[in-house]
Structure formats: structure tokens, C-alpha cells
């Protein structure tokens, strides 16, 4: 049985939605892309449903507008490993669940992120949860690519540190 025929999804359905959402578009057997194709990313062990739900909770345990999709898929690409498959199939079948229940197809189609953020809301005690969440935290902003985003300039120690550079320069008070 196949990694597609497990989660009953096509690659037609997949990219078929993932186009029609302007998210991702499957390219090739466990392959991800970005619509404009700046970006890519290949799958091995998870499935390309699974690495889709994975970039979707992503962005909605932390969201931000001016991150784009390559930095999270980055920050969860760590989860196609064996040793984190079966955890990675349960966690998105919970989460396909808790879509189907709301009258949703999966998780990773929903329109809506409030709908989504419920759900994870619901499962926000969950082992698989947190283990996602914890390795967001250094996964996404561990990126130096995203520093310039949040107007973070890196450590300063090597360029003599803050004294001297913007330390006191404190406008808003």
C-alpha cells in the first residue's frame, strides 16, 4: 500500500486543492513546490498530505503574514523522519478528524483559521502538539533568513555589542 493510498488522498486531490488554496502543488512522487516555484521541498518518509497539514499547523500555531511558506517549510521539514512517522500520522489523522467532524474534508483544507486554531485549541494538550509547537520555536525563528522580518539584527557580542549600538536609543518613552 502506498503512502497515498494510506490517506486515501490522490496526488490529483492534493494538488488539486493545493492550487485551487494557492498554497503548494505536488511536482513530481513526494515532491512540494511553491506556486511561484521559489521554493521547493521533497518528502521521503511522511506523505505529502501529512507535510502539507504539518506546513498549515504551522502557520497557524504561529502566524505571520510577512514569513513566507519556504521558512516554515523548513522549520518542519525535521518531521520526515522514521523516527517520527508514526507520530506524525496519528497527529495529522487527529487532526483530519477534528476537520471531518466540523464538516471539512482535512485539516489542511479548512478556509478559515479560526475554524483551525479550534481545533488546535482542542488538542493544544496533546503530545503531538507540543512536540510540534516546541520544535517551531527554534525551527522557524532559529532562521537567520526571518531575523530581518522582526527587525531582530542577530547576536552582538561579535560586533562589540549593544552599548554602543542602539542601546540607549529608546524613542518611546
Given at each position: 500500500m502506498t503512502r497515498m493510498e494510506r490517506t486515501g488522498l490522490t496526488r490529483r486531490a492534493l494538488l488539486s486543492r493545493a492550487v485551487a488554496a494557492?498554497?503548494?502543488?505536488?511536482?513530481?512522487?513526494?515532491?512540494?513546490?511553491?506556486?511561484?516555484?521559489?521554493?521547493?521541498?521533497?518528502?521521503?518518509?511522511?506523505?505529502?498530505?501529512?507535510?502539507?497539514?504539518?506546513?498549515?499547523?504551522?502557520?497557524?500555531?504561529?502566524?505571520?503574514?510577512?514569513?513566507?511558506?519556504?521558512?516554515?517549510?523548513?522549520?518542519?521539514?525535521?518531521?520526515?523522519?522514521?523516527?517520527?512517522q508514526a507520530m506524525v500520522a496519528e497527529g495529522v489523522a487527529a487532526l483530519d478528524a477534528a476537520a471531518k467532524t466540523a464538516g471539512h474534508s482535512d485539516y489542511a483544507s479548512m478556509g478559515w483559521e479560526e475554524d483551525r486554531v479550534k481545533i488546535l485549541q482542542g488538542m493544544e494538550d496533546a503530545p503531538f502538539f507540543q512536540t510540534v509547537r516546541g520544535g517551531l520555536v527554534t525551527g522557524l525563528y532559529n532562521q537567520k533568513e526571518v531575523w530581518p522580518l522582526f527587525g531582530y539584527e542577530g547576536e552582538s557580542f561579535s560586533k562589540g555589542g549593544y552599548i554602543n549600538r542602539g542601546f540607549d536609543d529608546i524613542n518611546w518613552l
Amino acid at each position: 500500500m502506498t503512502r497515498m493510498e494510506r490517506t486515501g488522498l490522490t496526488r490529483r486531490a492534493l494538488l488539486s486543492r493545493a492550487v485551487a488554496a494557492g498554497a503548494l502543488s505536488v511536482t513530481g512522487a513526494g515532491f512540494i513546490a511553491a506556486p511561484d516555484a521559489a521554493w521547493a521541498l521533497e518528502v521521503s518518509v511522511i506523505s505529502e498530505h501529512e507535510m502539507a497539514t504539518l506546513l498549515q499547523m504551522a502557520r497557524d500555531i504561529y502566524p505571520h503574514d510577512r514569513v513566507a511558506d519556504q521558512f516554515y517549510a523548513l522549520a518542519v521539514k525535521g518531521y520526515d523522519a522514521e523516527d517520527k512517522q508514526a507520530m506524525v500520522a496519528e497527529g495529522v489523522a487527529a487532526l483530519d478528524a477534528a476537520a471531518k467532524t466540523a464538516g471539512h474534508s482535512d485539516y489542511a483544507s479548512m478556509g478559515w483559521e479560526e475554524d483551525r486554531v479550534k481545533i488546535l485549541q482542542g488538542m493544544e494538550d496533546a503530545p503531538f502538539f507540543q512536540t510540534v509547537r516546541g520544535g517551531l520555536v527554534t525551527g522557524l525563528y532559529n532562521q537567520k533568513e526571518v531575523w530581518p522580518l522582526f527587525g531582530y539584527e542577530g547576536e552582538s557580542f561579535s560586533k562589540g555589542g549593544y552599548i554602543n549600538r542602539g542601546f540607549d536609543d529608546i524613542n518611546w518613552l
